[in-house]
């Protein structure tokens, strides 16, 4: 199967950092996308990687290791509205350019 | 910016039913998709479309469900017959390239009663 696992919940306050893992089976890979989703609406696109090492964009940076089936999706000086569900999604080569989706990682900021 | 618009936004019918969920991609991208999520569910990939056929498609698009691409901007997909357990938020997505990032459009809230 094409499993993609992620923590179901995570917390953290408003300034700090967190780190969201995800690992997925390493066969057929052919890349890896993080999606943040707010309650009731649309996933909206944060990154991609394809080839390993981290890619920095903003607050937001993801990590892709390859050979071991991690990634990661870091988040820097956490803002209320960061409150989400973090959907890891890949890329299968058997399943074309379809994206399958982990279950996301619902995360709660507080002040 | 150019963004997926989909319509309606919610749709409720009976069970047995035909609808029909209506989405215009962004107008230069060349492959689309829809996707299903059930209410505390993951995102579910159904089909995916390009150069006017599917590419590939999930367990869940059985014959219920098709697809077309009527003209040069809309992309619809039909469910023949809706079951209590097609009730679910319907996303369409488009993308440039094969392996680029998909846009999602805002969603279709199906209920089936």
């Known amino acids: 199967g094409q499993n993609i696992d992620q923590p179901t919940e995570m917390t953290a306050t408003e300034g700090a950092i967190v780190q969201i893992n995800c690992t997925y089976q390493t066969s057929g890979f052919n890349g890896l996308f993080w999606y943040q989703q707010h309650a009731g609406e649309a996933p909206t696109f944060l990154s991609y990687?394809?080839?390993?090492g981290l890619e920095e964009k903003g607050r937001f940076s993801s990590f892709l290791s390859r050979s071991k089936g991690y990634s990661y999706l870091l988040l820097k000086e956490l803002q209320m509205k960061d409150s989400a569900s973090y959907l890891c999604a890949v890329i299968f080569r058997e399943a074309g350019t379809a994206l399958i989706f982990g279950k996301g990682t619902t995360l709660s900021v507080s002040s | 910016e150019p963004e997926v618009t989909q319509t309606p936004s919610h749709q409720v019918t009976q069970m047995g039913q035909e609808v029909i969920l209506r989405c215009v991609p962004i107008?230069?991208?060349?492959?689309f998709y829809w996707y299903r999520q059930i209410l505390g569910q993951k995102v579910e990939f159904l089909v995916s479309f390009y150069n006017n056929e599917i590419s590939e498609k999930s367990e869940i698009f059985d014959d219920q469900f098709s697809v077309e691409r009527p003209d040069g901007s809309n992309f619809t997909l039909k469910i023949r017959s809706t079951k209590l357990e097609d009730s679910a938020m319907y996303f369409c997505?488009?993308?440039?390239?094969?392996?680029?990032?998909?846009?999602f459009g805002p969603g279709t809230r199906l209920t089936v009663l």
């Open positions: 107008s230069n991208h060349l492959y």
């Open positions: 990687n394809v080839l390993d």
């Open positions: 997505a488009s993308g440039l390239a094969g392996n680029n990032e998909q846009f």
